[in-house]
Every structure is written in structure tokens, then in C-alpha cells.
């Protein structure tokens, strides 16, 4: 069992290149999620799904568009990447929290730290 | 909305005394809580989560963490702190119906030998 697997663990991106992060996780879990982690700033949601063929944006989703096409993967696509985009991506996966699994944990990935040059 | 509020940057302890790291938190509804460590340059790893009627909950390691309802705080405890306790450790908060999860900005703790 991977749990939640997130590749590359680094790259390195010059100011407008476009690169998606993958994420994937093998619990047969519903809901996903991206964030972004910077000093000081805690974790920000990017986005989430709630499964397959439904994602929705979080607080910071500029920049960035994701897609889920199945329940397993949910990949993560800077569109044009730019120096604030520079940051530490963490990609979760659990099981929809709702009725009595509402205090269901999330599971994350090791995390992409990303350069934007 | 859902927020938590961790207050303090950083906490200092001498090994074998107790630790505490601080958290709030505001929800509409009942708060699903959660901690979460994270060592360097690795994911973040459960801890343990807020049981609902469980005003102390244990979890992972030899944590515990307090719920106080009137003072919206769920603090992340241990009676006696290890250097290999040195970690970043981030609080969350669920509101019902909502599977997001808002995090706190974190805590750094570093425990001295």
C-alpha cells in the first residue's frame, strides 16, 4: 500500500514553462486535494475533488488547473509558471468526510518542491 | 468560513519537560480537528483527531491533545518532550458538511537536550 505518491520530488521551471505535478493515491479515496506550503504562510488549498469528473477551486487557484479522470490520479498543471509559484506542493487524499466519517483524516504525498526561475 | 489560529512561531522546550503547541479555532457547527507533524523535508503525518464527547484524545508518539469548547482550543500536548519531537506540527479544522480543511500556519518546535 503507497498510500500517496506525488512525483517529481524537485523541479526546476523557467518563468512561463508549463509542467504538471502527478499525484496519485491507491486507497480508493474520494476526495483530493493540492496545496501549497510557504514559510510562515501554513498550507493553502489550490484545489480539490470530490471524485472523479469533479474538481472546484480552494483559495489560491490561480495559475493552476487540475482534471480527474479517474478515482486514483489527480494531477496538478501550472499553466505558465511564474517566480510566486515557487513553493512546496503537497497533494492529500481521504475519504469523503460526511455523516459519521465527517472527522475522516487526510493522507499526504511527500511533497514537489518546485523552483520557478 | 473555517480558519485555526496557531499563535505561537516557534516553541522552545528542555528535553523531558512537558509541551504544549497552541491552537483556535472558528466553525460554524461542530469542529472536526485534527494535528498533523511534519519533519524536514518530508509530508505531513497524523497525529490524532478530535472524538466528539473525548475532551482528551490520544494519538501517535505519546501526543495528546486537550478540547475546550468554550474556548474554541484543541492544544497539542506531551508530558515529556524528546529531541526527536523537534518537528513542524500544523493543527486543521473541518466544519460539518465541508470535507475542506483549513490548517493553521504551524508551529516550530525544537526541543533542546
Known amino acids: 500500500n503507497a498510500g500517496v505518491t506525488q512525483t517529481p520530488k524537485f523541479q526546476v521551471l523557467k518563468t512561463g514553462q508549463s509542467m504538471t505535478l502527478q499525484c496519485a493515491q491507491d486507497?480508493?479515496?474520494?476526495?483530493m486535494s493540492w496545496y501549497r506550503q510557504d514559510p510562515g504562510m501554513g498550507l493553502r488549498l489550490i484545489h480539490y475533488?470530490?471524485?472523479?469528473?469533479?474538481?472546484d477551486q480552494g483559495e489560491v487557484p490561480n495559475g493552476y488547473n487540475v482534471s480527474r479522470s479517474t478515482t486514483e490520479d489527480f494531477p496538478l498543471r501550472l499553466l505558465s509558471a511564474a517566480p510566486s509559484q515557487t513553493s512546496v506542493y503537497f497533494c492529500?487524499?481521504?475519504?469523503?468526510?460526511?455523516?459519521?466519517?465527517?472527522?475522516?483524516?487526510?493522507?499526504f504525498g511527500q511533497g514537489t518542491r518546485l523552483t520557478v526561475v | 468560513a473555517q480558519s485555526v489560529a496557531q499563535p505561537e512561531d516557534q516553541v522552545n522546550v528542555a528535553e523531558g519537560n512537558p509541551l504544549t503547541v497552541k491552537c483556535t479555532y472558528s466553525?460554524?457547527?461542530?469542529?472536526?480537528l485534527f494535528w498533523y507533524v511534519q519533519y524536514p523535508n518530508r509530508g505531513l503525518q497524523f497525529l490524532l483527531k478530535?472524538?466528539?464527547?473525548?475532551?482528551l484524545v490520544k494519538g501517535s508518539y505519546g501526543f495528546e491533545a486537550e478540547f475546550n469548547k468554550s474556548q474554541t482550543s484543541f492544544h497539542l500536548k506531551k508530558p515529556s518532550a524528546l529531541v526527536s519531537d523537534s518537528a513542524l506540527y500544523f493543527c486543521?479544522?473541518?466544519?460539518?458538511?465541508?470535507?475542506?480543511?483549513?490548517f493553521g500556519k504551524g508551529n516550530q518546535v525544537v526541543v533542546i537536550p
Open positions: 492529500a487524499s481521504s475519504r469523503r468526510a460526511t455523516g459519521t466519517a465527517m472527522n475522516t483524516e487526510a493522507f
Open positions: 486507497m480508493n479515496h474520494e476526495y
Open positions: 475533488s470530490v471524485g472523479a469528473g469533479i474538481t
Open positions: 466553525v460554524s457547527g461542530n469542529p472536526y
Open positions: 478530535y472524538i466528539t464527547g473525548d475532551n
Open positions: 486543521a479544522v473541518r466544519g460539518y458538511g465541508n470535507n475542506r480543511l483549513a
